[in-house]
Structures are given as structure tokens and as C-alpha cells.
């Protein structure tokens, strides 16, 4: 559908758009641009929450490194050296980039949600952009770049599978890979420190402390679409994960984290459930 049938008189193609702004957040390659473009994205911005954008090739943007490989071929490094230290951190800054990305893409991809909705995701993508950020001084202190590593892309293609199903990203992006983050969270924090890296463990804890809340939002959305669409969430879960293919979750589970998180005792019932 042409975006200019659906926008507002006046208004097709406005560049101030915040959904606009984030579609060009997104489709900046490099990541100092994305990072900028992010920032500059006004609470107060207009917002067309009706308008249907045409698809645009090229997105996400990224920088040419790092190297994308599949998930088995990123090694595991030991946290005795300063190389496998920077290696973790490494692959916890490409987990940022693409939550970036991932925030920036739910608001321009789904047209006719409130104005909260995108509001909530402009949050999320500030923050990833500064947990990125965090993550790339400490990666330049230790004498590395974001680039240095290969990395995997297993939240960008979960994303790609439900680009055409709200309720399905709502559930299985932020509700399914985003939170398992916070179950991995404290053993990665654990190792950092165990090696004497607090700094890095610091980082660690800021990104948990942020990622509560962002899980908050996917699983207030995710249930907010449940009742529009007369779901049961935790039966409604259970389908999507199927259709779409979603890694089985193993625990041990952060479920102070989850708790906090949103998540009830029925989907914490049946995520030990397995």
C-alpha cells in the first residue's frame, strides 16, 4: 500500500514524522549516524501513527564488519584472557546494535497502534543505543572495536519471520530472545566479575536494570493485542512459537527478573513446563 493514500492530508512523506525518523535510524549504515539519529528523535515529535510506509530496501543498516556467521561458528573465549573478555563483549554490543534496530523497526513497520505504543519503543531504542555505547568505550578501553569479532544475527531473523505479525513479534522478539537476556544476565555478570573485570560488570548491570522494563513493554503490548484480538495469552504464546519456529527456552530462569518483568505465574508455569 502507498503510504500517501494512508497519511493525513499535508502531511505524506513529512520528514519530522517519529516514525519517519526512526525508519532513517534504521536505515543508517554506520553506526555513529544511527546512534546520532536515534538521540535526535524529539519526545515531542509529530506523530502519524495511521501512516503505511512503502517497504524499503536496505534495512537494517549496518556497518560492513562485523562478519555475520551462524551462530555455531562464534567460539567461546576463556574470561582469563583480555581477548575472550572483549570477544563477550563484543557479542553483547551486536545483541544492542540489532535491539536498536529492532525498536526502530516496530515503530515504522506497524501503522494504527496508540501513540504510546511508539512513544514506549523510542524509549527502547534510546536506551539500546546507550547500552551499545557503553559497551563500545568499554570494548575501546580493552583495546578492540565493534567489528573485531564475527557475530550471529538470531534476533534480526526472528524479526524478518514476523514482520508481517505484530502479536507474533510482540511475543516472540522482546517476550521470548530480548528476555532470555535476563535469565542470561547474571552468569555473565558473574564471569566478568569473577575475572576482576568490574567495570564491565557494571555495564552488565545497567543493561539488566534497563531490559526489565523493556520486556515490561513487549509483554504490556503482547497482552494489550491478546485482549484486542480475544486470546488467551499463554495458549496464544504457545501457537505462535510453533508457527513461527521460536527456540525452545531452558532454564535456569531469572524469574525475579521475568516477575518484574510481567510475566505471571500462569506463563511462568508454563515456561518451567517447558
Known sequence: MDSSNTAPAGQEHHPDCMRAQALAALAATAWPDKLARVRAIADDAM????????????????????????????RQRSMATQEGRAALLHALAHIEFNAVNLALDIMWRFAGMPEAFYRDWLRVAREEALHFDLLRRRLDALGYAYGDFP??????????????????????????????GLDASPMIRNKLAGAGDTESAAIVDIILRDEIGHVAIGNHW??????????????????????YDAPRLRGPFNLEARRAAGFDDAE??????G
Open 268 to 273: 511462568l508455569a508454563a515456561l518451567q513446563a
Open 222 to 243: 503482547y497482552k494489550q493485542q491478546c485482549v484486542a484480538a480475544g486470546k488467551e495469552p499463554v495458549a496464544c504464546y504457545a501457537e505462535l512459537a510453533k508457527r
Open 151 to 180: 557475530a550471529h544475527n538470531g534476533l534480526w531473523d526472528m524479526a524478518e519471520r514476523t514482520c508481517g505479525d505484530l502479536l507474533a513479534r510482540l511475543a516472540l522478539v522482546p517476550r521470548t530472545l530480548e528476555a532470555r
Open 47 to 74: 506523530l502519524d501513527c495511521q501512516r503505511v510506509f512503502a517497504p524499503m530496501d536496505g534495512v537494517p543498516g549496518r556497518p560492513p564488519l562485523p562478519e555475520l556467521v551462524a551462530p555455531a561458528q562464534v
